[in-house]
């Protein structure tokens, strides 16, 4: 794709990644995602925000073919996705400076093995002037690693914030036309990416807010020409309070399992809980993962195997406790042979949740009208927790 202008002097580059469907070999991409970067010409600099992924060098190579002379490479985050052709830039700009924060800065050297000499260092808060224009940093700590600033166009009312406020969508368009569609992928994109680090995040929200922004230009997905959207999603989704909202990632092999979970949703249902269930041999993990953003209770469902839990259930509760969901609740259901310790296996993989532990029901062989009645028990015992903690 050609550079599409955003403002005078301001324009789109970077390469629409339609096919990848597994990112950093770890979160599903099921509409694609962008890799942007931005070039701005001032009246005497020229900068480059951010690159691609290096194997995707070529079309920004090709993009960059009408640029004589950059200035400026400017590197909000570290990641290779947006650093990765930060080399390639620089060999092709030999006289071009890096211009980063001070953390990522090693980072870069570490990863890309960008000379030391090479490298600006800006601190928070410092600016660049471009001539007519000037970019102001500001720090933006954890969204998603550590060295993350974001930049703002001062004359255009441009946030660039790389990873944050980004959603993983493939698109021909330059802005959202979809906000619906764009909800979904960004609250994909937060909860896959962005969540473990809720705390950060409000403070970096405040922190933003002293700038009158026009437009946010992210590093993944379209651009946003409505800000108050996406910051008062993220307000959302970053709020202490969760939903009256079970989820369920689950488990069964022989059906015991989940006749348990069948039943848990309907009395949990009855009871004016509302509940998404996830079969975690074809769910996609990064539905489960939007789901941990709201959620007020997780309840894992597992049968025992080989004395603990099924791997895949394994996997579901490691998802959650790196993640650091807000919920407040967590139990266990399933059913066992003749013993095994899934219930004491599972408690120790989620460490970081700060929940209640809610009594489990584990019931051997298929569920009887004993099991059946532990799980009224356990879904009124829910919908009780949740009415008195105030979970809407
Ligand atoms: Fe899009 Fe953290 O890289």
């Given at each position: 794709m050609k550079p599409r202008k955003i403002k005078d002097n301001i324009y789109w580059m970077g390469f629409v990644d339609w096919d990848t469907r597994l990112f950093d070999s770890l979160i599903p991409l099921p509409d694609g995602t962008s890799y942007n970067a931005f070039?701005?010409?001032?009246?005497e600099k020229t900068v480059l925000i951010d690159t691609v992924e290096s194997k995707f060098f070529y079309e920004l190579e090709a993009q960059?073919?009408?640029v004589e002379k950059l200035d400026y490479v400017i590197s909000l985050h570290a990641e290779q996705d947006h650093s990765g052709s930060i080399p390639h830039v620089l060999?092709?700009?030999p006289d071009a400076k890096l211009i980063t924060s001070a953390k990522a800065k090693g980072i870069l050297m570490d990863h890309l093995h960008v000379a030391e000499e090479s490298i600006i260092t800006v601190e928070d808060g410092e600016t660049l002037s471009l001539g007519d224009k000037v970019l102001e940093f500001m720090y933006t700590p954890w969204v998603h690693w550590p060295e993350t600033m974001v930049a703002f166009l001062r004359e255009d009312n441009i946030l660039f914030s790389c990873d944050f406020f980004g959603s993983?969508?493939?698109t021909s368009d330059l802005f959202i036309t979809d906000e619906a569609r764009s909800y979904e992928a960004a609250k994909r994109y937060y909860a896959e990416v962005m969540m473990p680090f809720r705390k950060v995040i409000k403070k970096n929200l405040a922190k933003i807010g002293k700038y009158d922004i026009e437009i946010i230009a992210p590093s993944h997905g379209p651009l946003i020409q409505r800000p108050s959207f996406i910051i008062d999603a993220h307000n959302e989704w970053i709020d202490d309070l969760p939903k009256n909202k079970v989820i369920i990632p689950y488990v069964s092999m022989h059906s015991s399992t989940r006749k348990m979970v069948d039943y848990f949703v309907s009395a949990l249902v009855d009871r004016g809980v509302s509940v998404q269930q996830f079969?975690?041999?074809v769910t996609d993990i990064g539905k489960l993962a939007i789901a941990l953003v709201d959620a007020g209770t997780i309840v894992v469902g597992s049968p025992t195997v080989l004395a603990g839990p099924h791997p895949l259930a394994a996997y579901a509760a490691l998802l959650a406790n790196a993640l650091r969901?807000?919920?407040r609740f967590l139990s266990i259901i399933g059913s066992y042979g003749w013993g095994g310790r899934t219930v004491e296996i599972l408690s120790s993989l989620v460490p970081n949740l700060k929940v209640e532990v809610i009594e489990p029901v584990l019931v051997k062989g298929a569920p009887r009208k004993e099991g059946f009645a532990a799980?009224?028990?356990l879904a009124e015992t829910i919908a009780v927790k949740h009415k008195e903690q105030g979970l809407r």
């Open positions: 070039l701005i010409k001032g009246s960059l073919e009408s060999a092709r700009y993983h969508i493939a079969d975690l041999t969901p807000k919920a799980l009224e028990n």
